[in-house]
């Protein structure tokens, strides 16, 4: 605590965005508690974990690309990330960045997780 002869006139500033200072009774230096929040803003969810997987069970799971062809998928993708990285690095300017600098990092990622879930490396 300061001597009362320090004690000066607080600012605007201070007034408004007090100091805190985390000790072990949670109070700010002008002895104030900090409000403990009682509610929190979103609801619990109603239903189990075992209603959800009942419900679930009725609604297969149907991926985009089938397991047959997701190796196929995978390696044009590479391919195609592959050449139009190519033709970007011997033409680099800024117009190329949207044309083909773009869709050759979208190509060779989607590959990527193509192909990982072809080969069955799972992440």
């Not at 969810?45 to 991926?63: I, R």
């Amino acid at each position: 605590m300061r001597h009362p002869q320090q004690l000066r006139s607080l600012t605007v500033y201070q007034q408004y965005f007090p100091r805190v200072t985390l000790n072990s009774c949670c109070r700010t230096p002008h002895n104030f508690q900090l409000p403990i929040p009682t509610s929190f803003p979103t609801k619990p969810m109603d239903s189990s974990l075992h209603e959800v997987w009942q419900a679930a069970a009725g609604s297969p799971f149907f991926p985009t690309v089938n397991k047959d062809t997701q190796f196929t998928v995978a390696f044009a993708l590479l391919l195609v990330g592959f050449f139009l990285t190519g033709v970007f690095a011997l033409n680099r300017t800024l117009i190329n960045v949207p044309l083909l600098g773009i869709p050759a990092s979208l190509a060779l990622g989607f590959g990527v997780v193509y192909m990982f879930c072809a080969v069955g490396v799972y992440i």
